[in-house]
C-alpha cells in the first residue's frame, strides 16, 4: 500500500510539474454539437421515430479540444486555426474562452467552421451530420494570415514563459487548416518549439519534422507503413501492401473481427465488411483472412481474422519502423477501447489499457490523451509515466455521453490525491505566501497578482479572474479585511465577511492563492510578491492604476481588464434593497383575530 502511496504522488508531482506550461496548439478546429432528442412514435410518412429536441450541447473539437484539454490539465494553451465567420465559429470562440484557452484562431469569411452535428435518442447516436468541406482551401491571403498569427503565437508564448521555448501540437485531420505552405513553415521552424507533439491523419504528410511523439490511430500506422512499402518484414510476418492510389474515403480506426454488416471471408457473400468512419483523403485498410496480411486495399474483416489477431501484438512489432519513417522520438499507437502501444528510443515497448465504453462515451478521448502525453513529456517526465498519465486522462473522461475533456482535479482525484494534496492550500497567510511564491519562482512559473474586495461573487468577478489567471502560471487574489472594506465602502459594507470571502475566492480553479489584507492598499504585499502582472479591473489604462509606478520599479507589467457590463457587486445590493423595498409585507388586519382564538370561538 505503501508503494501504490508513493507511486500516486509520484504521478501528481508530474501533473503539478506541467502548470502553466506553454503549449501552442495548430491545425483542425471544429465544433461538436450533441442534440439530445427522446421518441415515442413513429412519423406517418416513413418508418421513422419522430424526434423531439430536449437538449442542446457544443463543445470544442478536434484541435481545439485538444487546447481545450491542455488548458484544463493546468498547462498554457494558445489556438492557431482557421475558423469560419458564422454562428459556429462564434460558439467555438465562447467554448475556447469559457476554458481559458488564449484564442489566436483566425477569421477566415466564406470558409464556414468545420462541425459534426450528432442527434441521440436515449443516449444512442441515431445519425451524425458533417458539415465543412476540407476541398474549401485556405486562399493564398489567410495562409499568410495563418502563418502570421503561427509567427506571432509563438513569440507571445515566449515571451509570457520567460524566454523558454513553448512547445508545438499538431492536429492534422485532413479538413484543410495545414495546407502545404503550412506544414513548410512548421518544418522550418522546428526549432523554435522544444517539445513537438503529431497527431496526423496521414502521417506521410510531416516527414521532416522529428516530431518528439507521434500518436497515431492504429489504422493511421498501418497507412503509413503501406505506403513506405514494408522493406523489412516483421517475426509475426505481418505483410503490408499499398495500391498506387488512394481511394476517396476510409475508416479513422480499422476494427478487427466481426461486425454487424460484416461479411466472412469464406461464406461467398459480396457484401461489404465495415468501414469505419470515411474521412476525405484517407486510404482504407484491410486486414485479410491469414489474420496477419494487411492491405490498403479496402476493409474486409472476418471472424477468423479477427479471433486470431491482438491488434497490440501487431503494433508492437513496428515500433521501431513507425519511428523511424516518421522520425518521432516517440511513437504512441491508440487502439481505441483496448488502450494503447508506446515505444521510445530504449526499444522497450510499453502497453496500457482502458475500459471498454459506448462509442458515444469516447469522442475526443484521443484529444485528452494527447494532450495528457504532450504535457508530461514537456515537463521532462519518463516515458513510462507520460504514457500511463495519458491512458489515465483518456480513461477517465469517458464515463458519460459527450465530447471528452480531462481536468487536472479529475487526474488527481483519480490518483486518490485531492487537488491541494499535489500542491499548496488556496488560503495562505502573508508570510506563508512569500515562501509559495519564492518556490513557484524556482520552478519556473510567473505569477500574477490581483487584489479587491470580492464581497458579492458574481459573474463578473469569475469572468475577470479567469482572464486574469490566463496572463501567467499562477494567479494570487489579495482580498480586502473586513475593516478595510469598511473605510472603502462605508459602514453598511461588506455584505459577507472575509471568512466567506476568501473561501469562495479560494473554491474558484483559476485562483490558486488568497491571502487576506487589512490595509486600504496592497502596496505592502506587492512589495512582497513582486508579480511579474500586476492586474486591476476597469477600462481605463495602465498608467492610472495607482499601483503602476510600484510594479513597474519591481520589474512587472500592469494590465487592466475590462469588466462585464452591467455587473457589479454595488448594483446587485442595490436590485436587493429595491426588491425588498417593492415586496414589503401588508399590516396585519385588526378584523382578524388570531388562529386560536378563531378556533376556541367556533
Request: one cysteine or more; proline letters at 7%; aromatic letters at 2%.
Amino acid at each position: 500500500m505503501a508503494g501504490a502511496a508513493a507511486e500516486q504522488r509520484r504521478l501528481a508531482t508530474v501533473v503539478e510539474s506541467w502548470l502553466g506550461r506553454p503549449v501552442l496548439v495548430v491545425g483542425d478546429a471544429m465544433l461538436d454539437e450533441w442534440r439530445f432528442a427522446e421518441s415515442d412514435r413513429l412519423c406517418r410518412e416513413a418508418p421513422a421515430p419522430v424526434l423531439t429536441l430536449r437538449r442542446r450541447i457544443s463543445a470544442a473539437g478536434g484541435a481545439a479540444n485538444t487546447a481545450v484539454n491542455v488548458a484544463t490539465l493546468g498547462g498554457r494553451a494558445v489556438l492557431v486555426a482557421p475558423v469560419g465567420a458564422d454562428v459556429a465559429g462564434d460558439e467555438l470562440h465562447d467554448c475556447l474562452d469559457r476554458a481559458g484557452v488564449w484564442d489566436r484562431t483566425v477569421n477566415q469569411p466564406g470558409r464556414p467552421t468545420p462541425v459534426k452535428r450528432r442527434m441521440l435518442a436515449g443516449n444512442q447516436i441515431l445519425l451524425r451530420e458533417d458539415s465543412g468541406d476540407p476541398d474549401d482551401a485556405l486562399d493564398p491571403e489567410g495562409v499568410s494570415r495563418l502563418l502570421t498569427a503561427l509567427d506571432c503565437a509563438t513569440e507571445e508564448l515566449r515571451a509570457a514563459a520567460g524566454g523558454e521555448a513553448p512547445t508545438l501540437v499538431v492536429c492534422d485531420y485532413g479538413l484543410g487548416a495545414l495546407p502545404a505552405p503550412v506544414r513548410a513553415w512548421l518544418v522550418e521552424q522546428r526549432e523554435r518549439y522544444a517539445t513537438v507533439a503529431l497527431d496526423a491523419h496521414d502521417l506521410a504528410d510531416w516527414r521532416g519534422l522529428a516530431p518528439t511523439v507521434v500518436t497515431p490511430s492504429f489504422a493511421e500506422a498501418t497507412r503509413l507503413l503501406a505506403r513506405a512499402g514494408g522493406a523489412t518484414r516483421p517475426a509475426t510476418g505481418l505483410h503490408l501492401e499499398h495500391p498506387d492510389h488512394d481511394p476517396a474515403d476510409g475508416p479513422s480506426e480499422l476494427s478487427v473481427g466481426a461486425a454487424p454488416g460484416g461479411a466472412r471471408a469464406d461464406d461467398g457473400d459480396d457484401r461489404p465488411g465495415p468501414v469505419g468512419e470515411p474521412t476525405p483523403g484517407e486510404g482504407r485498410v484491410a486486414l485479410t483472412g491469414d489474420g496477419l496480411s494487411v492491405t490498403g486495399t479496402g476493409v474486409t474483416v472476418n471472424t477468423e481474422a479477427g479471433a486470431g489477431v491482438d491488434r497490440a501484438v501487431l503494433a508492437e512489432s513496428r515500433l521501431a519502423e513507425l519511428r523511424a519513417h516518421t522520425g518521432a522520438d516517440v511513437v504512441a499507437v491508440t487502439l481505441d477501447t483496448e488502450g494503447a502501444v508506446v515505444g521510445g528510443a530504449d526499444g522497450e515497448r510499453r502497453r496500457s489499457h482502458s475500459t471498454p465504453v459506448p462509442a458515444s462515451h469516447a469522442v475526443g478521448a484521443g484529444d485528452a490523451y494527447l494532450a495528457a502525453m504532450t504535457l508530461a513529456l514537456a515537463a521532462d517526465a519518463p516515458l513510462p509515466t507520460a504514457a500511463q498519465l495519458a491512458q489515465l486522462a483518456a480513461t477517465i473522461t469517458v464515463s458519460d455521453t459527450g465530447t471528452c475533456v480531462c481536468r487536472r482535479e479529475d487526474l488527481l482525484t483519480a490518483l486518490d490525491l485531492p487537488p491541494d494534496a499535489a500542491g499548496h492550500p488556496s488560503l495562505v497567510g502573508t508570510d506563508e505566501l512569500e515562501a509559495l511564491v519564492a518556490e513557484h519562482r524556482e520552478a519556473g512559473r510567473s505569477v500574477v497578482f490581483t487584489n479587491g474586495c470580492f464581497d458579492v461573487l458574481h459573474r463578473g468577478h469569475v469572468r475577470y479572474l479567469e482572464q486574469a489567471r490566463a496572463l501567467g502560471d499562477l494567479l494570487i487574489v489579495a482580498v480586502n479585511s473586513d475593516g478595510s472594506v469598511r473605510r472603502l465602502k462605508g459602514p453598511d459594507r461588506p455584505v459577507n465577511p472575509v471568512e466567506d470571502r476568501g473561501a469562495l475566492l479560494a473554491a474558484l480553479s483559476c485562483v490558486d492563492h488568497v491571502v487576506v489584507f487589512e490595509e486600504d492598499s496592497p502596496a505592502e504585499l506587492i512589495e512582497a510578491v513582486r508579480p511579474d502582472v500586476y492586474v486591476k479591473g476597469g477600462d481605463y489604462p495602465p498608467e492610472l492604476v495607482p499601483e503602476a509606478p510600484l510594479v513597474r520599479r519591481l520589474g512587472g507589467q500592469v494590465r487592466t481588464l475590462g469588466y462585464v457590463p452591467d455587473r457589479s457587486t454595488s448594483a446587485i445590493i442595490e436590485r436587493i434593497r429595491a426588491h425588498s423595498q417593492d415586496r414589503e409585507p401588508e399590516p396585519a388586519r385588526e378584523t382578524d383575530p388570531p388562529v386560536d382564538t378563531r378556533t376556541r370561538a367556533s
